[in-house]
């Protein structure tokens, strides 16, 4: 065998070896997915067994108290279509509408983040690094109690009911994750495409909206069901406001049937499984996609 | 923009048709251009070589403004392109560009890939574009392959794609950044037949490229850069028999002593 200088071709050796790096490593917003990659995996067993201890142990418990958890799931059953049509269907009306509005935003604040105007980045990023970074009661806070409850244009007073605030303010942290989504998508197509497109004449916003963001679209997809997923759990948090979701609507319930601790159990466990039976079909159709899409290489 | 108008029409076929003179280009504190000059003519093939980091793959993305200059001037037909008012869109009707690494559209299919530029740029009518498009298939031999996705194509197959979609804009000048470094060897013949081909017919072409058989048998001119330098540029045939400087005989030597 021909020998190559400086490479010794008979021995091992037990010095660490450099493996080849990838190279096609996707930002980390872009396939920030981990949320949803959890919930998928998690398998109907799992939860049901989850269900059957928590209701036993709560049974057993109980069960020198005259009130029983019978009486309790029977109370939850009358309960059930309130809670559902009125509580939780307002759950995802709120995470419609702020993914909504956090994605509109959300969009024009990513596409700020790459613009050539230094002024307008820098604007854009520290928006978006604001909210990224700020816990999501905290904004709902701010955003309750800094917000009037009603404006007058015109000589119209416009009311601004509190749902709606509560809306504005989930929006500002799924604007600002949203825009890193398109940020980093839209980094992750290679330069050389910029180049191209630039060669055969095409400006720089044409360049934009027909190669690249053509070509990062699928792969904001899966992060950005990912978002929703994340979102639709956070809606409960406008509850501690008073909007009349789900778990505000099912702690007056409890109330009204008397406050009786067995109540507590079959209560929540109903509100997690609503939750999980929304989100889980999101997080498997999310990774799906993301297989499909093959964002992971 | 009316100062590069007026030069431009200014340019008459006798002088060359881009025209590069003390060109300097520096990357931060690194200078990877020093100072220079070149002339191409209409018709002319020029084919440039060196070591890695010389410098050549710069000095053709400047011609395209794809990366800008410090110092000196480019004149593509009369077109300065050290400018700030620089008209990109006439400058690159006029100059053509093929990457190493294809560049094709992957979300496009091949038909669209040769047409976009056209039908925006040139305004043609999409069918037109088509015609047009699939005559150039025809030129890089993969007529059959119009309706599939860059991704379903050989190495070979998708830079012959990035080489008719940059003839489609029917440029005046043709720059190849090195467009079969990253082909596997079986697949760098068809490619370069291809260029062959296109210098036969009289298309104006700056090579940068390290296939030495391909440029001794197209180039009018062979170009060496060292050190972001012209160090020698002469005849094929002279410049690879007696080849003047030393360090284009060491490079020389370096490449075609296996």
Known sequence: ?297 | MTDSTQQASSWTPDQPMVSIKEVHKSFGDLEVLKGVSMDVMKGEVICIIGPSGSGKSTLIRCINALNDIQKGSILVEGLEVNTPNLDKLELRKKVGMVFQQFNLFPHLTVLENLTIGPIRVRKLSKADAEHNARKYLERVYIPEQADKYPSQLSGGQQQRVAIARSLCMETRVMLFDEPTSALDPEMINEVLDVMVNLADTGMTMVCVTHEMGFARKVADTMVFMDQGEIVESATPEKFFTQPETERCKAFLQQILVH
């Open chain 1, 1 to 297: 065998m021909k020998q190559i200088p400086g490479i010794n071709q008979t021995t091992t050796t037990d010095l660490p070896v450099l493996k080849p790096m990838r190279t096609d490593v996707v930002p980390n917003s872009v396939t920030s997915t981990g949320f949803t990659r959890w919930l998928a995996e998690l398998s109907v067993w799992h939860l049901s067994i989850i269900t059957v201890v928590i209701f036993s142990f709560s049974t057993l418990a109980n069960a020198a108290n005259t009130y029983s958890t019978f009486d309790a799931l029977d109370a939850l059953w009358r309960w059930m279509p309130f809670l559902l049509t009125k509580g939780f269907f307002f759950n995802i009306l709120i995470s419609v509408l702020v993914m909504i509005i956090g994605t509109i935003l959300g969009v024009l604040l990513g596409l700020g983040q790459i613009s050539l105007f230094g002024w307008l980045r820098k604007f854009c990023w520290t928006i978006t690094q604001f909210f990224r970074n700020s816990p999501w009661l905290v904004l709902l806070f701010v955003v309750m109690l800094a917000f009037p409850f009603q404006f007058t244009v015109f000589g119209f007073t416009v009311p601004v009911p509190d749902w709606l605030k509560a809306v504005i303010g989930l929006s500002l942290p799924i604007m600002a994750n949203i825009s890193e989504i398109v940020r980093g998508a839209v980094l992750s197509v290679p330069s050389g495409q910029w180049e191209a497109a630039e060669s055969l004449a095409y400006t720089r916003t044409q360049t934009l909206w027909k190669i690249i963001l053509p070509q990062s679209f699928k792969r904001m997809i899966p992060p950005w069901m990912n978002w929703y997923a994340i979102l639709t759990m956070a809606t409960p948090l406008v509850s501690i406001l008073g909007v009349n979701d789900i778990l505000k609507l099912s702690r007056d319930a409890m109330e009204s049937e008397g406050n009786q601790p067995e109540l507590l159990v079959p209560f929540y466990t109903f509100i997690l499984l609503l939750f999980f039976i929304y989100c889980y079909p999101i997080a498997k159709w999310t990774q799906y996609l993301e297989n499909k899409f093959n964002v992971r290489g």
